[in-house]
């Protein structure tokens, strides 16, 4: 069929309608939408008759309906769309025979052409059409209205989604054929690939192409395209659209990597892989870095690229390196990855030639360069690269060192992510290291000094072994100049004197001996001589025959080698030859093999020198990541967790620290950190090896047993949280707990140390599980309490504890009143306790004491009637104390003397037996106030609301006899006045208590009455009492029982605060403040006058007395029970403490202060104020440091610009100009915001006349040029310079003043404050701390719902006197305590709600 025309493929569908000329199709007409279904009918009636031809005639109506796509009914598209393929398939079909016509005519092919360049165009316009309609119909779908509309597009946009794949596929077969027959046989025009092509791009365009469920269509995709790279020259356009697609939607970067590496892999088409990574490289840096969408294309194409083709990638990375210098972070973590690759999957192992060996040298060091990048994400992502190197065993050995320091170093990061990575990859360096499964520095040590000896004697002894071996010919080569020259002067005269003495021997082997000789002995000049004369006599013989050379001198200098030479390869002639040649062959193996020991020993010891410094490396990290467990970030301190557990399956020693750090964090209130301690104590020791079930239980309780070595009570609490935890989810199985008895009961072997964490470990399993206690209690108490507990009282403490864990919650659950806990008065433990107490009570034991403490507070805690228990203690105890007196002095007594004098010798009472008296007393009281405040105050309230609920039940009952409506109108009224009766029943309870306390406790009829004065003999005389145990006892003694009673609080306060000062024994010192802690919350009042000597203990000389008085103040600032004012500067000063103990104190203090609103944002003047006064005896550098600590929780922008403008403030009331600079250093650790600039503009005059001093004037340019830095609007950076310009003016006429007023009446300027040495950091004490004047007694003032009534004393009754008390000496020069008429007049109370209840 011929055609008078020729369809050319437009460049936009307009051109179709436009004349282009004779000979080109021109659309006719554009049809209507509503005339579209009748013509696409005819259309499928002329392809049913013509074939694909009929699109010749019928072009018109399916241009019109892309025309009209969007006005298009849904059914109509469909038809189209099915017609068209239809059409397109059929031509596929015929299109072979027709290419493969030899016979076809020009008209023929012409039509078959325009056919297939118009079924084509049609087709991918529909796919571009539907493709848009997908992409609109996915931004409309939030769009709550026209829901007919929308489901309709999803209708649509589902079928087209069906279809597409199909289509894509039919494309593809299309080019399949060869298609150049149609053009004559020429190239297909690239018009008609673009057009094939440019579909697949508009599909990659859609972002939902990336999801797996259309895995089908980018195959289809993929392949299409591979079929255009291969057979139609598609490569450079595919280059530059992928390059532009990659650019501008970053989706379709997975997309291309997968399909490359396909095209690369399986089509052979590695070059494009080549030209895709050299258009990316010479893409501009800069442009890059303002254009983020285009970056994150290329990085990820890149990065994915390298995953699947690594060895291409490796042969064009030289094009991308220029990016690692750029500024796109994005594009350096691509590269650095796809380096990453390329170690992992090309350059690893041992068997790389030279050059690929060095390739990957130079990648490592560029990794490594990187680790320190500017970037924070660039370190990370090195780091986590390292991570996948080591993890794939693919960094080689001589770079494990190098890597190692460098994630050491990058702990000390700022950016949280790059720690958590460092640890990261040095917990895989652990988990993958070479060396050993365990990495202990102190156990390499040992072997690697002793083979590196070994091998320093072997390299001693191949000295001396193998000398150097030089041949003959090595030898003559030296000798030859000087035997030369001794030849030479053969040919001149004799010297005068010289004379001929050297005969020729008489045959030929003797005159050669003769000159070899004469040669060792290295005279030259007569071997020469004598071999002319030899060379004379016995002509032709050797070895003087040789060539005749026209030089004598060249024959004579021949003759001479041939002889030395011979004569050294000949010695030992005599020897047969074939025993020479074997000798020599032992050598030479001999010498082989101690070489290749050699070489074999050197490699042992660069080994374990690796493997030490590795485990050095390791050890450093250990600190430093044990100090991120209380980071604020979660991520880290959960990747510190999990380095410490894989460091201790390593053995490395130092990893118990870490394992008992990470103890605390089972309080977390993050789930995410309590978990991760569970889990950890979890791997570590409830999963032990061992064959069978007993030796896994062995292994568990030893490892457990391990962890409380030595560790504190703190630790101790945290292990027992951990272990219920375990208990009470029942993973510790029950052959454990059996161990534990088998251990406490002796029928299994074990150290005492063994036994009594066999106790503490029943007792921490007890409070997940008491009956694991309860129902060995007899047990407990025959073994552990029998008459053998004088033995080990450590053991009998522990075992109070464990059975401690039976008592009751003292403050049960809402809504349960069950009776608590008690064992009756006559039970065998009580007795077993009381023997136990009153047995030890007169034998000298240093844990006696502790004992009797756990024993006192067990009876409390379960006895019924638990004071007449302990009043019997007391009662034995003090007989005991008295009947020792007494056998002292009737050995010591006169029997002259009347038997009422006592002896005046202070020693007749052992110091134990009063330390243990007076401590005794002292746990009783306080046991017994806590008894009283909580157990009977709890029941009796318990009795109350069981009583209150009876009654209630009784009158619900009888009211429902009665008529209903005569009690509706009663019911409210009855019911406000149960109310108030409960309430008001609550305080009658809480007064009863307080008045037992208050008139019984200390009356003269109770036991306490007889002991008091013994407690305060022992605390006024500290001069007569001078033991350190029995001073710090008593002390402690008196602070319990200051808990009793107010009035006796309030009558010795000054004592207990005057032997607080004055005290030389810093036991005392600590047991006073950890005493008044306990006072400050029992009777706030009382003590809120004296709370500046708490305060001044936080300069106490002693580091323990300052890190107890640091924690009881952080208590009581905490709990609010200490009003926090300026003096609150003296816990800023423990940050700069020498101890860091004492430093984490403070810190934590401030820590916690942070999350109380703005208490620190409150106190920061004060705190400047008083620690910038030079008297206050902080050095300016110390005051920095505080500073610089305290500002870190200054977070809001109010805060800061408040600050800022108080700060500036403060330069009018500064008197020194090291207050100058202390402020103006505070205002540069600031960040400052705009509006802080404002305040400081506003504030300018403040202090305008200190910036003549250099310190002060640096310090606010600093702040400015800080600001300018981090950018801003422009009229704020114009604000910013000219605050500047008065800045530096006022500088300048400051210092120009200065100079003039020197010069003009010579009166120098004042000088600086003087800064004292700065020999140490710690501050100076008080200097009023030893002034008696300071302590003063409030004045006696009513207490809180307590009047005070004078009452007529009982008979007195007799007091335990011992003959101490009666010393001659003056008690005025002994006495401790001030005098009344100190005493403050004005006292500034406080009401505490929770004052009445013991903490």
Known sequence: MAAAWEFHLPLVPADLLRD?????????????????????????????????????????????????????????????????????????????????????????????????????????GLVDAFEMETYKSGLLEVDPGGKNKKNRTKFSASLWEEEREPLLRLLTQLLQLDLRHLWGGLVVEEEFVSLMTGSCYRILENPSIGLQKYRATQEAITHLLAEALIHYDHMFSATLKITQMLQHFEHVAPVFAQAVSLWATKCGLKSLVGELLREIGQKCPQDLARDASGIKGYATFITELAEQIPALVLSNMSVLLRHLDGESYVMRNAILAAMAEVLVQVLNGDQLEEAARGTRDQFLNMLQAHVCDINGFVRSRVLQLFTRIVQCKALPLTQFQSVVSLAVGRLKDKSVVVVKNAIQLLAAFLSNNPFSCKLSFTDLAEPLKKEVQKLQEMRDRGRSIAAPVITPEEEWEAMLPEVRAATQQLFQPLQEGEEEVLEVEETVESTSEQITGLLRKLNYKSAARLTQKALCRFQGKEPFSGPTEENEEATILGVLKRLYTGSCRGENSEDPPHGNSSLKTEEVVLEEQSQTELVKQEMLVQYLQDAYNFSVKITEALSLISKMMYENCVSVVQEAIEFFVTVSQFGVPQALLGVRRMLPLIWSKEPGIKEAVLNAYRRLYLSPSGDSERARAQSLVHSLSLVMVDASLGMIQCLEEIISEFVQKDEIKPAVIQLLWERFTEKSQCSSLERRAAVMLLGMMARGKPEIIGSNLDVLVTVGLSEKVCEDYRLAQEVCYAISKLASNPKPALGKNNAPFRLPQNHMLFGCLSEAVSKGFAQPSGHWIPFMEAAVTLIYQLA????????????????????????????????????????????????????????????????????????????????????????????????????????????????????????????????????????????????????????????????????????????????????????????????????????????????????????AIRFPNLVEPWTSHLYARLRDPCPSV??????????????????????????????????????????????????????????????????????????????????????????????????????????????????????????????????????????????????????????????????????????????????????????????????????????????????????????????????????????????????????????????????????????????????????????????????????
């Open 20 to 124: 282009g000329g004779p000979g080109r199709y021109v659309v006719q007409e554009v049809l209507p939408a509503r005339e579209l279904p009748p013509a696409l009918t005819a259309f499928r009636t002329a392809f049913r008759a013509r074939g694909a031809l009929a699109v010749l005639q019928h072009f018109d109506p399916l241009y019109s309906l892309l025309h009209h796509f969007q006005a298009v009914e849904t059914a109509v598209k469909e038809d189209a769309l099915e017609l068209m393929m239809h059409v397109a398939s059929h031509h596929s079909n015929e299109l072979p025979a027709i290419l493969d016509d030899s016979g076809l005519s020009h008209a023929d092919r012409t039509a078959h052409l325009n056919a297939l360049k118009m079924n084509c165009y049609l087709l991918t």
């Open 864 to 1079: 019924e009637g638990a004071e007449e228990i302990c009043a019997h203690i007391l009662q034995v105890c003090s007989q005991q104390a008295l009947e020792k007196l007494q056998e002292a002095d009737g050995q010591e007594a006169d029997p002259g003397v009347s038997p009422s004098r006592v002896s005046d010798d202070a020693s007749s009472l052992p110091t134990f037996l009063l330390i243990h008296l007076v401590s005794l007393v002292g746990q009783v009281a306080l046991q017994q106030v806590a008894y009283l405040e909580v157990s009977v105050s709890a029941e009796l309230r318990r009795r109350r609301i069981l009583r209150e609920e009876e009654k209630t039940k009784k009158h619900s009952d009888s009211s429902t006899k009665k008529q209903r409506p005569r009690s509706t109108g009663n019911e409210t009224t009855m019911e406000e006045e149960l109310g108030l009766v409960g309430a008001s029943a609550d305080d009658t309870e809480a007064e009863l208590i307080r008045s037992i306390c208050e008139t019984e406790l200390l009356d003269g009829k109770h036991l306490f009455s007889a002991f008091v004065p013994l407690v305060l003999k022992i605390c006024n005389n500290p001069g007569l009492y001078s033991d350190t145990a029995l001073s710090a006892a008593a002390a402690l003694t008196l602070g319990k029982v200051c808990m009793i009673s107010s009035e006796f609080c309030d009558s010795h306060l000054r004592l207990l605060f005057t032997m607080m000062e004055k005290s030389t024994l810093p036991s005392v010192r600590s047991n006073l403040i950890i005493a008044a802690g306990d006072l």
């Open 1106 to 1399: 300052r890190q107890t008085a640091g924690l009881v103040m952080t208590h009581l600032i905490l709990k609010d029970m200490v009003k926090v004012k300026g003096q609150v500067s003296e816990m800023a000063t423990l940050l700069i403490d020498p101890e860091e103990a004492i430093m984490g104190v403070a810190q934590n203090f401030f820590s916690e202060l942070s999350n109380k609103g703005n208490a620190i944002y409150n106190l920061l003047p004060d705190i400047i104020s008083r620690l910038s006064d030079p008297n206050c005896g902080v050095e300016e550098e110390s005051f920095r440091t505080i500073m610089r600590h305290l500002f870190s929780y200054i977070t809001k922008d109010k805060q800061t610009e408040s600050l800022v403008e108080k700060l500036c403030q403060r330069f009018r009331t500064a008197r020194t100009e090291r207050q100058y600079r202390d402020l103006s250093h505070c205002l540069t650790l600031l960040p400052l915001s705009e509006r802080g600039l404002h305040k400081l503009q506003d504030n300018f005059d403040c202090f305008a006349d200190k910036l003549q001093d250099p310190a002060v004037y640096s310090c606010f340019h600093t702040v400015l040029v800080r600001f300018r830095r981090a950018g801003g609007k422009p009229e704020t950076k114009a604000l910013a310079e000219e605050l500047e310009q008065k800045l530096s003016a006022s500088h300048n006429r400051g210092l120009d003043s200065a100079e003039t007023c020197q010069e003009g009446s010579g009166t120098p300027m004042p000088e600086p404050a003087k800064r004292k040495p700065t020999g140490s950091s710690r501050r100076q004490p008080l200097r009023t701390a030893n002034r008696d004047e300071d302590f003063v007694t409030p004045q006696p003032h009513t207490l809180r719902n307590h009047k005070r009534v004078q009452k007529h004393l009982p008979p007195k009754k007799a007091i335990i006197a011992f003959s101490s008390d009666e010393e001659n000496s003056s008690e005025d020069e002994l006495s401790a305590e001030l005098k009344e008429e100190e005493t403050p007049t004005k006292t500034t109370p406080i009401t505490r709600s929770s004052a009445r209840r013991l903490r």
